[in-house]
């Protein structure tokens, strides 16, 4: 993403928002649930071709770079849910969440975990 322009060209897929999430059960007590909170439009960078060696190995993970719009309501500790372009489902675990000093955009580092027999990307 190295163009100052308009990022919004780039983001091509959609990606549900899910944040964890404390209510009172009615009993005196908290229940904490990962509840969705929106949807955000999203591009997601390939990991490097040694994470992809690696993410044919059982239950391994690799990270991805998530850009998204400078306005998106993404924070550490989110998941973003959505499907690669063959439809397997994905889900990112947001490690950390930067803009650059003039926010074009953001940026989001996320952690992918497959398991066995899915897809390396």
Avoid at 108 to 114: F, G, M
């Amino acid at each position: 993403m190295r163009g100052r322009g308009n990022i919004g060209r780039y983001l091509n897929r959609q990606l549900s928002v899910y944040r964890m999430q404390t209510t009172d059960d009615g009993y005196g007590g908290q229940e904490t649930a990962l509840v969705a909170v929106g949807t955000v439009r999203a591009k997601v960078d390939q990991p490097s071709p040694t994470e992809r060696m690696v993410a044919a190995q059982t239950n391994s993970r690799h990270s991805h770079d998530i850009y998204l719009l400078p306005t998106a309501d993404v924070r550490r500790g989110d998941e973003l849910r959505g499907t690669d372009a063959l439809g397997h489902d994905q889900v990112f675990l947001v490690q950390s969440v930067v803009q650059p000093s003039t926010p074009v955009y953001t940026k989001a580092l996320v952690e992918l975990t497959q398991a066995e027999g899915e897809p390396d990307g």
